[in-house]
């Protein structure tokens, strides 16, 4: 059965300090078209920009999830969107005058509550769900991390959390509807250890801590003292007992608090993939950075799949962007290693070029005598070098830079290439390029049939 969209029927704001910048911000929500998504908007900033929230807007996940685009910015962003992912609402405009959004409690509660203080309307389109066809991971080993999304008919998400603690130790939530959400995930408050109470502080983070929008952990005895000195610096003096390890005199919402609003900030990061998906996530130790690590592999398999219907096809009669003086002004490759023969087409965010196999090239005696296969490195290196020329396409005196890669992932090779065969190449940007570092989904063809494909991620280094 299809779902309509869903946006609010009134606008509603709040008001309340930013956890970290301790700023005071009016937050707005206004109703939005369909197909609008979820966006930011800094009213304070001249020109009132946009930020989109999609995870190739994401730059800091140390202390929350942060959104940049252009000279715009946005900071702990997941419980405002967490509240509308899971209240089912498709599209939103979140007017905020300030850098931060508002701490508000803790966790998606108060923004649940203005939601429906606001109303839900359904709108003339349906939900554009993505559905998870085939598992989708991140991992790293080193912290224990590992976040998979398998295929399902519907978005539940269960979560475990291990932090090594006698007080705080193995917990477990779950999600099975998301129409659960209100009732057993919102209000589940953020959490933090007594112990990075002060040096948070020092370094200029939660200016807007109280004590009373965090559930705030207690891993061992301490003089009463001491509490006294950091509840006085959060402004939450005559703290004078805690129990079961948590430091304030509120109890907890639920016995596994911690391990919900965990699930919480991973709804709240997954919503950045831009659709709500269909699909079961098993989340073991998640926080902010391989949240919004697993919504940028599922964004850039949905690219994926967008871009195979779009076959590039050679065209002889259309002149070509770029000929092989021009490459050569671009590329450091020569003889007998220069892979690229034309470029047909560029933009900001791909590159179409073509690699024309001939007998005479020397490999093909080698690679095979009785059967001449064009050598799959040196597929790569076709795709790798049109990738290239996408990449110092987008730098200012591209002659004084290379790429580099670092990585290749997933590369698969599906069909042989043999002499005679021209070969087309697609390099798409899967998000933009920061800090010299360039991650693109690269795929080649011989006529409609698709080769190879793969992505390439490398750094973009001044020569020397």
Do not use: W
């Not at 965990?262 to 950075?289: E, N």
């Amino acid at each position: 059965m299809s779902e309509k969209q869903r946006t609010l029927a009134n606008e509603v704001s709040l008001n309340g300090k930013g956890l970290h910048s301790g700023i005071e911000v009016i937050v707005t929500f206004k109703p939005a078209p369909p197909n609008h998504g979820y966006k930011f908007c800094r009213t304070d900033l001249p020109g009132a920009p946009v930020i989109d929230a999609i995870a190739d807007n994401v730059t800091e996940t140390s202390r929350g999830t942060t959104l940049v685009q252009g000279e715009a910015s946005v900071a702990t962003i997941e419980h405002v969107l967490a509240a509308f992912a899971g209240m089912r609402v498709d599209n939103a405009l979140i007017e905020i005058n300030g850098p931060e959004a508002p701490i508000m409690g803790g966790s998606s509660r108060m923004f649940v509550e203005a939601i429906k203080k606001a109303g839900i309307v359904e709108q003339d389109a349906e939900r554009n769900y993505y559905v998870i066809k085939e598992k989708i991971a991140f991992s790293d080993e080193e912290h224990g991390v590992d976040l998979i999304v398998y295929p399902d008919d519907h978005f539940s998400a269960h979560v475990l959390i291990d932090y090594n603690s006698k007080i705080l130790g193995n917990q477990y939530a779950i999600l099975d509807q998301i129409d659960d959400f209100e009732k057993e995930i919102a209000g589940s408050r953020t959490f933090v250890f007594f112990h990075e109470l002060e040096p948070l502080f020092r370094v200029g983070l939660i200016k807007g801590g109280d004590l009373e929008n965090a559930v705030v952990i207690l891993e061992r005895e301490v003089e009463q003292e001491e509490i006294d000195r950091i509840a006085t610096m959060f402004n939450k003096p005559g703290i004078t007992e805690h129990h079961a390890g948590v430091l304030n005199n509120t109890k907890l919402r639920y016995p596994n608090e911690p391990a919900r609003h965990k699930l919480l900030d991973l709804i709240g990061d997954l919503s950045l993939v831009g659709q709500p998906i269909k699909g079961r996530v098993v989340a073991t130790r998640p926080g902010h950075y391989s949240n919004t690590r697993l919504a940028r592999l599922i964004r850039q398999q949905i690219k994926r799949q967008t871009t195979k219907k779009e076959i590039p096809l050679l065209d002889t009669t259309k002149p070509a962007a770029m000929d092989i003086q021009q490459i050569k002004k671009l590329l450091p490759h020569r003889y007998p290693f220069l892979m690229v023969d034309r470029i047909l087409e560029i933009t900001k965010n791909h590159v179409i070029g073509i690699k024309n196999t001939t007998y005479n090239e020397a490999f093909f005696q080698g690679h095979f005598e009785q059967e001449h296969v064009f050598p799959g490195v040196l597929l790569v290196e076709t795709m790798a070098q049109v990738g290239g020329i996408l990449v110092l396409g987008n730098v200012d005196e591209p002659e004084r830079y290379s790429t580099y890669f670092l990585k290749i992932d997933r590369m698969k090779f599906k069909h042989k290439v043999i002499p005679g065969d021209t070969i087309v190449v697609r390099a798409d940007l899967s998000e933009p390029i920061r800090r010299n570092i360039v991650i693109m989904y690269c795929q080649a063809f011989v006529g409609e049939k698709l080769v190879a494909e793969g992505e390439m991620t490398a750094q973009v280094i001044k020569n020397k």
